[in-house]
């Protein structure tokens, strides 16, 4: 081969080599900036749970899946009606014995103050006695009227008594019917958004089913792992950053708002540092979403700033594993 060929062939290479050098630095993802540690993971979201306290048939069904809802709003109406006849029997039942116990309160009164009388025409005869002005037949007429007044009053006060014990249980059962007509609606117990519809109109529900699922959609939260070596970097209040695939060039604002005490991942056996260094701790960042634009399961990327003065960069690579 001649020297020229020589030369032609190193030249390739060089330029074969260059290439790959050119396209590996292209290619090797970014490092990530001093200061910040990066993970990823699924936004998650508190789920309420809402279910019905009352069986019965769904008559109403005004729950759409996505939209936002309020406190008190109604989600479901069941059949009110064993509910309200229940209501009815018991007002019913209350209001007669009030009607019983307006009519014997008066009877006791009246009792009583006839009693008052004869107890006061014995205490006289008793006097007049003393004096030889009564006879004992006098006295013993008016010891049997007092003796009959008092055991009328005795009589009816007891009633009253068991009378005034039955319409206060009467108003405890009314009370609880109202409250259980109350429940014929289900309402959402707060502000969110509704996850899961689980019922529809028609069906009949059990006490304690789950007829809807909401998520407060502007408290979200997204945990990420860290390595033990970083766990020490760390801090509940941190800024942190998040990115989501659904809008790649936005970042959204977060803080560390808890830090896991134990480890998720640790070797059986651990005797070298770098098994500790595969240990890894769970860090929940609360999510700023005002405008609802981040949702539940959605995976993201985060970045944590451990070091207070770095500034944030424009962009946030994603380093290589």
């Known amino acids: 081969m001649t020297a020229k060929s020589w030369f032609i062939a190193l030249a390739a290479l060089l330029a074969v080599a260059a290439g790959s050098y050119l396209g590996f630095l292209a290619l090797r993802p970014e490092p990530l900036p001093e200061g910040f540690v990066y993970g990823n993971g699924h936004i998650e979201g508190t789920e309420v749970r809402v279910a019905a306290e009352l069986p019965g048939r ?67 005869l008793k006097d007049l006695r003393a004096r030889g002005l009564a006879t004992p037949q006098q006295l013993e007429l008016a010891g049997n009227a007092l003796s009959e007044a008092e055991g009328h009053a005795r009589h ?20 609880q019917s109202r409250d259980r007509l109350g429940k014929v609606s289900v309402r959402a117990p707060q502000d969110g958004t509704l996850l899961v519809k689980a019922v529809e109109a028609g069906e009949y529900v059990q006490p304690g089913q789950a007829v809807a ?25 941190q800024e942190a950053r998040v990115r989501v695939d659904a809008f790649p060039e936005r970042y959204h604002a977060a803080r560390v ?19 500790r260094a595969r240990m890894v701790y769970g860090v929940t960042l609360a999510l700023a979403n005002p405008d609802g634009r981040l949702k539940p399961g959605m995976p993201a990327d985060a970045w944590l700033r451990w070091t207070s003065g770095a500034a944030w960069p424009d962009r946030l690579p994603v380093p290589a594993e």
Not at 67 to 96: K, M, N
Not at 219 to 232: H, I, K, P, Q, Y
Not at 258 to 265: E, G, L, N, P, T
């Open 58 to 124: 769904v008559v109403d069904n005004r729950m759409v899946e996505g939209q936002p809802v309020r406190r008190g709003d109604e989600l479901i109406t069941l059949d009110a009606l064993a509910t309200a006849e229940s209501l009815r029997a018991s007002e019913a039942e209350r209001e007669a014995l009030v009607q019983e116990l307006a009519a014997l309160e008066p009877q006791l009164a009246n009792w009583r103050h006839h009693g008052d009388n004869a107890a006061r025409e014995l205490a006289r």
């Open 257 to 275: 708002a808890r830090i896991a005490a134990q480890a998720q991942f640790t070797p059986r056996d651990i005797h070298l540092p770098e098994e």
């Open 156 to 175: 009816l006060a007891a009633s009253v008594e068991s009378l005034k014990a039955k319409r206060a249980a009467a108003d405890a059962q009314v009370a």
């Open 213 to 237: 699922i909401l998520v407060d959609m502007a408290r979200l939260e997204l945990t990420v792992f860290v390595s033990a070596r970083d766990l020490g970097r760390i801090a509940v209040g």
